[in-house]
């Protein structure tokens, strides 16, 4: 009996030292945001990020990007955008900032189109 007590209390023990990372998965910094449609892009509620980061420490690290790939672009036709995938970063604290730069930049490339 004292075997199986001194046997399983090592491996409790065992379990207790394994890092936390290890067994669950940290929310990630990053917020990606994948179309093929600028509309969808233009009118995306921002307010979804900001929910999405607000449990962050202020001073996390954090990644806002946009993914698009454009479905009717044409090979070697110049003066369009094909793609993009941009992205800004900073403190948590500061993404509405963030939000509004990403905004700015899809205004700016989808004008292009």
Known sequence: MKKILLLSLICFT???????????????????????????????????????????????????RVKYENPAAEPEKKGQVD??????????RNIKDLTTKMENLIEILSSRF
């Open 14 to 64: 065992t379990l207790a030292m394994v890092p936390q990372g290890l067994e669950a998965q940290e929310k990630s910094k990053e917020y990606l945001i994948e179309s093929s449609n600028l509309k969808e892009l233009k009118k995306y509620k921002w307010k979804d990020v900001h929910k999405y980061f607000k449990s962050f420490n202020k001073k996390d690290e954090v990644v806002l």
């Open 83 to 92: 793609n993009f995938d941009i992205s800004v970063s900073g403190e948590a």
